[in-house]
């Protein structure tokens, strides 16, 4: 089975220090999106690609922020000098434009606290 | 914008009885997608319900979509401890455009005690 992936898995740093984390999709799933969660609340959309291309970015997503997916395939997203209220877990979905759902598939997260 | 709305938002159930969810969003949209949330993990997809009066059913969960209504709703039948999470439902932007970003609810947490 070879659903989303990210990595780490956790993140630990100290406020200031730049970050980033990895999301691999479901192979051939053509849209990626990138959301956060915080502690109570359900996810945030950030950022969401077709492709290599990047669609649409939320108001959420700073300057601080950065995503990419440079050949279509894995995605990264980065965080400079981050702020304490940067802790969140930070998930990764996939899905399949050729599919009519529309259905998005979440990997496991990655879960950062900032120091 | 997009308002998704759930209620409740908790929900302490008692094994073996029914309750319901309620998932209202705020533009018109043909599809709700319902997942579940397990403490420290990700989300799982539940239920995706494609259009006006699709009813899905898996176990002891049942889902619903009024998209004239913009209302879903999230049927517990004979609750057991297994069904303890956090259920959220999620919208797509709506207003002609079926993909891209989901807006979520808040989560409806529910706990099934003895």
């Known amino acids: 089975d070879t659903g989303v992936s990210q990595d780490p898995r956790h993140k630990i740093t100290k406020r200031g220090q730049n970050v980033t984390f990895r999301c691999d999709p479901i192979?051939?799933?053509?849209?990626l999106y990138w959301y956060r969660q915080t502690l109570g609340q359900g996810p945030e959309f950030l950022t969401y690609f077709q492709n290599e291309a990047q669609l649409e970015k939320s108001r959420l997503l700073s300057d601080r922020f950065s995503a990419e997916r440079p050949k279509g395939s894995f995605s990264t997203l980065e965080i400079q000098r981050t702020e304490q209220g940067d802790s969140a877990m930070y998930l990764c979905?996939?899905?399949?434009?050729?599919?009519?759902?529309?259905?998005?598939?979440f990997g496991p997260g990655t879960r950062l606290t900032v120091l | 914008e997009l308002k998704v709305e759930q209620n409740p938002l908790f929900l302490s159930m008692q094994e073996g009885k029914n309750y319901t969810i309620y998932c209202n969003y705020s533009t018109t949209s043909d599809r709700l997608y319902w997942y579940r949330q397990d403490p420290g993990k990700s989300l799982e997809s539940l239920f995706v319900?494609?259009?006006?009066?699709a009813v899905k059913q898996e176990g002891r969960l049942m889902a619903s979509l009024d998209t004239k209504a913009r209302l879903s709703t999230l049927h517990i039948t004979a609750a057991v401890h297994d069904l303890s999470a956090t259920y959220f439902c999620?919208?797509?932007?709506?207003?002609?455009?079926?993909?891209?970003?989901?807006?979520f609810g808040q989560g409806t947490i529910l706990t099934v005690h003895p």
């Open positions: 192979s051939e799933h053509n849209r």
């Open positions: 999620a919208s797509p932007p709506g207003g002609g455009t079926s993909y891209g970003k989901l807006t």
């Open positions: 979905a996939s899905s399949d434009r050729l599919h009519s759902s529309g259905e998005q598939f």
């Open positions: 319900l494609l259009s006006n009066g």
